[in-house]
Each structure stands twice: as structure tokens, then as C-alpha cells.
């Protein structure tokens, strides 16, 4: 089956520092979507990437939809203590192909020191 | 706020009970998604409908478990003769199809098998 290697698992970084994680896959993905989960709470959409090289960017935040299609990756930059949390990348293959459920990775947890 | 709405949040149930979960989506959101999460793992695809028409069901979704969508709107998860292993969040998803589609998520129900 269709696995995302995120990395990386974890990351302490001190208040005001930049944030990079990224994910890959073996499998080519026509949708990347990048999600925030909090203790107790689903995850919140933070960011939706729907071309291979596409970048957007949320805020603070930054992701891009790699040239393969096999990856991506998330940048927070001067992060805050609110940005703590666990962030997931998720892939969707085509939908029209009739399987569209999202693949999860495993996510990065976030710890923020102020 | 007119997002994805889940009850109950919290269930605590004796192992061999029937539970029942319901999810609300985003008015107008023609697809509905659940998925299941364990501690420290993304969350992992059950089921999905389009409108009221289940579509598709993975693996994980043992005949303990089923899903309905009636009128294609709300939709219920029932697990009867639950088991210790069936102990986890489930997230409920909905999303707007239209060739593409991006997924929202509800805060999920945790459940307890004791």
C-alpha cells in the first residue's frame, strides 16, 4: 500500500527560528495537503497543494508540491509557541481514478521553547 | 461556525458493547470520510460516501464495524461487540468534490474500550 515517510518525527526549536519538515513518497500524488492536530482535536487544514512545483503560502507557513510528485514539503518560518502541535502531510492520488481517500504520514511533532 | 461537528467527543464503553458515532458534515459537501487515528500514527482511511452511496471501504472496516449516510447528509459509525483494539480517535472528513477536492475534519470521537 501507499506509505508517506514525513520527517522529521520531531523538532524542539527555540521561539523566532525557522521550521522545515517534509514527506515523500513511492507513490506520484496529484494533491498534497498539510494539516495541523492539536492534543484532543481533529486536524485543521493549513495548507492545499494541487500542482506538481506549486507553492503557496499561509501566513507564516510555506509548502510545496515537489516536481515528482512524490513530495513535499512545509516551512514555518520565526515560529511561535502557539505553533506547536503534530503536523501530517497528506496525499490524495487522482480522484477520478475512484480511490481518493488521503494517505497520512506519521507527522512531526512540534515543541516550540520561548 | 459551520464546520464538521461530531458527537459524542469522548466515549467510554465495556469491551462486547455496541457504540454509535455520528458526524455532521459542511452543508453542501457531497462526500464524507471516516477515518480512525491511534496514538503517535496519522489517521488511517474506513470508509468513504458520496452523497447517501458508500463507496468505498477499506480493509480496517472489519464487519464489526458499519457506516450509513441516509439521506446524504449526516452519517453514523456503529462498532458492535467492541474490543480493546478498537480503542482510538475517529475522525469524520468532508469535502466538496468538483474534480478536486479538499477534506475538512471534525474533532473526532475518542473511544475507550475497557
Known amino acids: 500500500g501507499q506509505q508517506l515517510n514525513q520527517s522529521p518525527q520531531s523538532m524542539f526549536i527555540q521561539e523566532g527560528e525557522d521550521v522545515s519538515m517534509n514527506c515523500t513518497s513511492s507513490s506520484i500524488f496529484n494533491t498534497w495537503l498539510w494539516y495541523k492536530q492539536e492534543p484532543g482535536e481533529g486536524p485543521v487544514l493549513l495548507i492545499a497543494l494541487y500542482k506538481a512545483g506549486e507553492l503557496t503560502s499561509n501566513g507564516r507557513l510555506t509548502a510545496q508540491f515537489g516536481i515528482t510528485r512524490k513530495d513535499s514539503f512545509l516551512n514555518i518560518s520565526a515560529s511561535i509557541p502557539s505553533d506547536v502541535g503534530i503536523y501530517f502531510c497528506a496525499g490524495q492520488i487522482l480522484p477520478n481514478s475512484g480511490n481518493t481517500p488521503l494517505v497520512f504520514g506519521k507527522g512531526t511533532r512540534l515543541s516550540v521553547i520561548a | 461556525d459551520t464546520g464538521v461537528s461530531q458527537n459524542p467527543r469522548h466515549k467510554i464503553t465495556k469491551r462486547g458493547q455496541n457504540v454509535t458515532f455520528r458526524c455532521d458534515p459542511i452543508?453542501?459537501?457531497?462526500?464524507l470520510y471516516w477515518y480512525r487515528q491511534t496514538l503517535g500514527q496519522g489517521p488511517e482511511f474506513l470508509t468513504y460516501f458520496q452523497n447517501e452511496a458508500q463507496l468505498e471501504k477499506s480493509r480496517l472496516l472489519s464487519d464489526r464495524f458499519s457506516a450509513e449516510r441516509p439521506k446524504g447528509s449526516f452519517s453514523t459509525l456503529e462498532i458492535q461487540r467492541t474490543e480493546q483494539g478498537d480503542s482510538a480517535m475517529y475522525l469524520c472528513?468532508?469535502?466538496?468534490?468538483?474534480?478536486?477536492?479538499?477534506?475538512?475534519f471534525g474533532p473526532g470521537t475518542r473511544l475507550l474500550v475497557l
Open positions: 452543508s453542501e459537501h457531497n462526500r
Open positions: 472528513a468532508s469535502s466538496l468534490f468538483l474534480g478536486q477536492e479538499t477534506q475538512y
